[in-house]
């Protein structure tokens, strides 16, 4: 493990269950990500730290992965060490060496500790300021972070936060087929797998499959037919998933739930969500 950097990787949706179900949908989290790292013949170790948290030790070059896990909403490579506040000035200082411009210094505090957390970041800001006094505290929109989140006897110190995709880890739901030729039809499938459904592809566009498959390594398929009324659709699969937006939606013959997740989107929410995802394919 002494080759690999630590990452703590955050979750949000996840921490609204309850507690049976909340540790139910961690393990299928945990479960995808080392299955998608597995795929990619990369190693991942994991281990739970805490609500809303979870660790993991990789490759930095693998970090993008993450970018494409479903369940989790960001996630920043991490130094840790046993909770003191003289280590904490230390690795600041070294942190004001190499940064210019503004900066602002973010604590976060679980547990019972002699300090606050607002006295965590006086005093780490303070030494910040000695050590580069060219630097301007700039609390709203600072160029340069320093993050302390403190975890009873453990700190983690991180300068960048990477976002992720949020919403539920896909298997924790049920399973849905999609119809898959164009980009509104891709971005529905998206979505519902962002739900948590696990996906199963009626598509010639070989393209679009492939990079569904980049966001879900178990994805499934089904055999393509002009006729979606002809497929004899598995009993497990509970809806059926179509890209059609209000302005060109049409009724179809089917018996089984019809899913349209774009029907009230605007142009605008459709623009922006498909940059994002974009945005995190690029990574």
């Known amino acids: 493990m002494s080759d690999l950097s630590l990452f703590l990787l955050r979750y949000g ?3 609204t269950k309850s507690s049976n179900i909340r540790k139910h949908f961690e393990d299928i ?3 995808n990500m080392e299955r998608t790292f597995l795929n990619e013949g990369e190693e ?3 281990e739970k730290k805490g609500m809303g948290r ?3 030790h990789t490759d930095p070059k693998n970090s993008y992965l993450f970018s494409r896990t479903f369940g989790l909403v960001s996630y920043s490579e991490a130094e840790s060490f046993t909770t003191d506040l003289d280590e904490m000035i230390k690795r600041a200082r ?3 060496e190499n940064i210019s411009g503004t900066f602002a210094v973010r604590a976060r505090r679980v547990g019972e500790h002699e300090f606050g957390s607002q006295e965590v ?3 780490v800001g303070e030494a910040v300021l000695e050590a580069n006094p060219e630097l301007t505290v700039d609390l709203d929109r600072p160029e340069e972070e320093f993050h302390i989140e403190i975890r009873h006897s453990d700190t983690y110190v991180f300068t960048d936060i990477q976002e992720a995709p949020g919403g539920l880890p896909v298997g924790s739901q049920g399973k849905v087929a999609a119809v898959v030729e164009d980009e509104l039809d891709f971005l529905s499938a998206w979505l519902m797998m962002r739900r948590g459904a696990r996906l199963y592809v009626i598509s010639k566009n070989r ?3 492939e990079r569904l498959r980049r966001w879900d390594v178990s994805l499934k398929e089904l055999e393509y037919a002009e006729d979606i009324s002809s497929i004899d659709f598995p009993e497990h699969i509970k809806a059926l998933v179509l890209g059609e937006t209000l302005e060109d939606y049409s009724p179809i013959d089917i018996d089984m739930m019809v899913v349209r997740p774009l029907i009230g989107f605007t142009d605008e929410r459709i623009e922006n969500t498909l940059s994002f995802i974009e945005r995190l394919e690029e990574k």
């Open 13 to 15: 949706e996840i921490g």
């Open 29 to 31: 989290l945990i479960q």
């Open 44 to 46: 991942l170790i994991t």
């Open 54 to 56: 979870i660790f993991a």
């Open 94 to 96: 070294k942190f004001a």
């Open 121 to 123: 970041e006086a005093k």
């Open 207 to 209: 393209e679009s499959v």
